[in-house]
């Protein structure tokens, strides 16, 4: 069977129908990871064949009624998993083997999903390529010599690469997006607090949250409504209740208002194809009933800058734990990013520098949130896209730090004011993959999924998938 | 306001952050925290005269638990000690602060 072409939509009919099996399915998924991991490297760790095997077949001998039946799932390195090894991509856990399950791996296996295996990553998230991965970087299933965008970097092209048919991945300022944009994927980022944080290995505390790579929206939804609400191990979780979003994408765009944020799309050194490709998929949000109007978000050009002094300094404190005496490594075992992420976090806490960097970055973070509450009276949505380029060349961005942070220009300035996005595939240049954003308000999944879903039915390039 | 970080600079946030730098790397570290410090400095442009930091977005404050142990979490002493480099009669050794 196929996995690349295959949905957890049309997976789980095909179980419940028994055309074929969990065996079948995640037996399937192992052949393409021997087939493609070694030149992909989109795997740190796969479980063993025979464990794997063994809960396929218990999966088999039930009515497969659980949301996620014998789903094969990949998790982020930086999810806690019992008995798996968990590196955070990085050198300093390269022996790390958790005795316990972040609350979204125990709400996924509890679903039925199986773990097959844990996705390379930026070390502890900090990168927008993959490249940072301290073992080796993850190449694109769409073109092996670009990135597949990072973070969440093998998450997406364990996906693409048919190993699984959904992957874990955490969003601090853009990565599940990007690589879901580079991977022609959906990739959810939630709204901060609508999923928990819990044995999650942290990287920016007040930024991080915890999405999900597929290759639909409707699939993307289904595993939202699993991993969503409160937990009482994160203090940060909503009691708001999270809705059957499966049951609600149907709608119509008529009367639907969507904003375009001026800022995004009159950027200096954005590529025109990639312009075009999002103007084009706008024309067709437009063509189906929606309404387009001009926003403003006016403090997108500090974001970045906002950003990148408050998110290193809760990297400084938060990576401060890694002493190398409970588990791990020692601290000379960090890679260089994130050395120079704690350098820059240290030095804008610390005494004499703190009012001019984090205090003042703290300010303009409430500015702007205060952005988006204000265009989110005035529209239901925002689009922008998700990237300013295409997949980029491995190596192109490697030695600036700067120019690699700036692929996320779109992407920060969402985890800054917390409220949820997700990238859509919207298209092609050449070979190469293009996504959009669709941003909503705090707690708007509902309404981005939705409008994925009508722009998604119309337009299916999930269906392109890579030739390899 | 842009600043350059010294060598001197650096070996000092090195230290409190508990980092140690090769010394062949002094110069890459220093140009690359010069380069991402001039690139941020533009936040300095920004008037922020009376407005509120935000340190987090979700609105919530003082959320509690029930103050009951919570036994299926706590784990076992084999289990928390599965991990470390070295034990000593079910203790983790750590480095000594004391000769």
């Not at chain 1, 009624?65 to 998790?75: A, F, K, Q, R």
């Not at chain 1, 906002?306 to 300094?313: D, N, Q, T």
């Not at chain 1, 030695?399 to 700036?406: E, F, I, R």
């Not at chain 1, 595939?425 to 009508?454: T, W």
Request: a negative charge; hydrophobic letters at 40%.
């Amino acid at each position: 069977m196929e996995i690349k072409a295959l949905t957890i939509q049309s997976a789980l009919a095909g179980l419940r129908t028994k055309q074929f099996t969990a065996v079948d399915v995640v037996g399937a998924c192992l052949t393409n990871v021997k087939k493609f991991n070694e030149d992909y490297q989109a795997l740190l760790a796969v479980v063993d064949e025979d464990v794997l095997m063994a809960q396929a077949k218990d999966i088999d001998a039930t009515d497969y009624s659980l949301p996620l039946s014998g789903i094969p799932i990949v998790l982020k390195d930086l999810f806690t998993s019992d008995g798996i090894r968990t590196t955070a991509g990085s050198k300093v856990l390269e022996q790390y083997v958790p005795v316990f399950d972040a609350t979204v791996v125990a709400k996924l296996k509890a679903a039925g999903a199986i773990i097959i295996g844990k996705a390379n990553q930026d070390a502890w998230g900090h990168g927008s390529s993959g490249e940072n991965s301290d073992y080796t970087p993850t190449k694109n299933p769409y073109d092996p010599s670009r990135v597949p965008g990072g973070s969440s970097s093998g998450s997406a092209a364990a996906v693409a690469l048919g190993m699984c048919l959904a992957a874990t991945g955490t969003d601090t300022g853009s990565s599940v997006r990007l690589p879901a944009a580079f991977c022609n994927l959906v990739g959810l980022k939630p709204t901060y607090g609508r999923v928990s944080r819990y044995g999650i290995i942290a990287m920016a505390s007040s930024f991080d949250t915890i999405g999900h790579i597929t290759k639909t929206v409707y699939d993307n939804a289904l595993i939202c409504e699993i991993t969503a609400g409160k937990d009482a191990y994160d203090a940060t979780t909503s009691e708001i209740p999270v809705p059957q979003y499966t049951n609600k994408l149907d709608i119509k765009l008529q009367g639907v208002k969507i904003g375009l944020p001026k800022e995004y799309f009159g950027l200096h050194g954005m590529d025109p194809r990639v312009s075009d490709v999002t103007r084009t998929a706008i024309k067709k949000l437009e063509d189906l009933g929606a309404r387009i109007v001009d926003v403003s978000l006016p403090h997108t050009s500090v974001a970045m800058a906002c950003y990148y002094i408050l998110v290193p300094s809760e990297v400084s404190s938060n990576l401060a734990r890694f002493d190398g005496v409970r588990f791990g490594n020692g601290r000379e075992t960090f890679g260089m990013e994130a050395k120079r992420r704690m350098m820059i976090g240290t030095y804008a806490l610390s005494s004499g520098y703190y009012d001019a960097y984090y205090k003042t970055a703290a300010q303009i973070r409430t500015l702007i949130k205060k952005d988006f509450d204000d265009v989110f009276g005035a529209v239901d949505v925002l689009v922008a896209p998700s990237s300013p380029t295409l997949p980029f060349a491995i190596g192109q961005k490697s030695n600036d730090p700067v120019a690699m942070y700036l692929s996320d220009i779109f992407m920060c300035p969402v985890n800054i004011a917390g409220v949820p996005a997700v990238n859509v595939p919207c298209g092609f240049v050449g070979d190469l993959p293009v996504g959009m954003q669709i941003i909503g308000p705090q707690f708007g999944e509902e309404r981005i999924y939705q409008i994925a879903s009508i722009y998604e039915k119309e337009t299916q390039w999930y269906k392109k998938t890579p030739k390899i | 306001m842009s600043d350059t970080l010294t060598s001197s600079d650096l070996a000092h946030i090195a230290k409190l952050v508990n980092l140690s730098i090769d010394a062949d790397q002094y110069d890459l570290f220093s140009s690359q925290l010069t380069a991402i410090l001039d690139f941020v400095s533009r936040l300095q442009e920004v008037p922020t005269k009376n407005i509120a930091p935000t340190a987090q977005v979700t609105g919530l404050t003082n959320v509690y638990r029930d103050d009951v142990v919570d036994q299926p979490r706590i784990l076992t002493q084999k289990d928390a000690l599965a991990n470390a480099h070295e034990t000593h009669n079910g203790f983790f050794v750590v480095p000594a602060v004391f000769e």
